[in-house]
Nanobody, 124 residues
Framework: QVQLVESGGGLVQAGGSLRLSCAASGRTLSWYVMGWFRQAPGKEREFVAAISRSGGSTNYANSVKGRFTISRDNAKNTLYLQMNSLKPEDTAVYYC?????????????????WGQGTQVTVSS
């Protein structure tokens, strides 16, 4: 079992930045490919970014490429998402998750442990 707890969400103006954290307990995060997903009201959960177990490879949704950066600190058992140049369309609940495959999967069914989510609201 892995427990994941996200933090760092909040209200920010368009163009601003936030840094999300995902702290894990129960198992070492280095065993897992990790991902960030988000879900806006009335929409399906969508892929944001993924990172390999070592942190050496990353994958991003086109909508956030160049603005968001995923990273991890395996020694601290923590995953991060640095979000810059935020837009109102980035408003959503953001979730971290562990993948049950070794690839940086981009759909939720390949992820099993999930955090409770943290709200990000970007005002125009």
């Amino acid at each position: 079992q892995v427990q994941l707890v996200e933090s760092g969400g909040g209200l920010v103006q368009a163009g601003g930045s936030l840094r999300l954290s995902c702290a894990a307990s129960g198992r070492t995060l280095s065993w897992y490919v990790m991902g960030w997903f988000r879900q806006a009201p009335g929409k399906e959960r969508e892929f944001v970014a993924a990172i390999s177990r070592s942190g050496g490879s990353t994958n991003y949704a086109n909508s956030v490429k160049g603005r968001f950066t995923i990273s991890r600190d395996n020694a601290k058992n923590t995953l991060y998402l640095q979000m810059n140049s935020l837009k109102p369309e980035d408003t959503a609940v953001y979730y971290c998750a562990t993948a049950r495959v070794l690839e940086m999967a981009v759909t939720p069914e390949w992820y099993d442990y999930w955090g409770q989510g943290t709200q990000v609201t970007v005002s125009s």
